[in-house]
């Protein structure tokens, strides 16, 4: 799987869009890119992924670039609940594929 | 609709004990994958199953370690005898299908701790 490079952290003010950039330069016409988020004590969250076009639902939306060298991860109203470390994932379309966590972005949302 | 249940959340016993940590997948999925998290390795896959069968184990660190799945719905992992080094956060994650294209949706883990 392609590799990622994210920012180490950043913070956000509550109430405003969280916009989490990820860089997949070497990324292959068939890995797809994920999001995940953990927060502390709890299991890796699933938030959203996609391959080509931008995605869409209840929790974030994800913008590929039309190379898909970089995406970015929007979350439109941030909340406090929302302080998690956030994983830019690549992941290529086999079976028994694992999730490579790296080292993530640490999301810290601010009232 | 219920996620993947993990128990216990928090398992501490002495060396040498059985341990046996347990997951329900979410209904329909067919693939499962325990992970196991530390500090210093990260998360790391221990195994996975499609269908009910282990698929690659390539990643159970030895014999001590062993996985089942009884139903389609269930699996264990159990480890024989218990030792220091196996203190981590177990997870175990469903998927509709094993393939990359299919989201993993990960349970709360499992917090062990070997003394």
């Known amino acids: 799987d392609a590799k990622t490079t994210q920012p180490p952290s950043m913070d956000c003010a509550e109430g405003r869009a969280a916009n989490l950039p990820c860089n997949h330069s070497?990324?292959?016409?068939?890995?797809?890119v994920y999001w995940y988020r953990q927060i502390h004590s709890q299991g890796p969250q699933y938030i959203i992924h996609?391959?080509?076009n931008n995605e869409t639902n209840e929790m974030a939306s994800l913008i590929i670039t039309e190379d898909r060298k970089s995406s970015t991860l929007i979350l439109p109203h941030a909340t406090l609940r929302d302080t998690a470390v956030y994983y830019c994932?690549?992941?290529?379309?086999?079976?028994?594929?694992?999730?490579?966590f790296g080292g993530g972005t640490r999301l810290m949302v601010k009232p | 609709d219920a996620g993947v249940i993990q128990s216990p959340r928090h398992e501490v016993t002495e060396m040498g004990q059985e341990v046996t940590l347990r997951c329900k997948l979410i209904?329909?999925?067919?693939?499962l994958f325990w992970y196991r998290q530390t500090m210093m390795r990260g998360l790391e896959l221990l195994i996975y199953?499609?269908?009910?069968?282990?698929?690659?184990d390539s990643g159970m660190p030895e014999d001590r370690f062993s996985a089942k799945m009884p139903n389609a719905s269930f699996s264990t992992l159990k480890i024989q005898p218990s030792e220091p080094r196996d203190s981590a956060v177990y997870f175990c994650?469903?998927?509709?299908?094993?393939?990359?294209?299919?989201?993993?949706?990960f349970g709360d883990g499992t917090r062990l701790s070997i003394l």
């Open positions: 994650a469903s998927s509709l299908t094993g393939y990359g294209n299919q989201p993993q949706h």
């Open positions: 070497t990324i292959s016409g068939n890995e797809y």
């Open positions: 996609g391959l080509k």
């Open positions: 994932i690549v992941r290529v379309n086999n079976a028994g594929n694992m999730l490579t």
């Open positions: 209904s329909g999925h067919n693939s």
């Open positions: 199953f499609n269908n009910n069968v282990p698929i690659d």
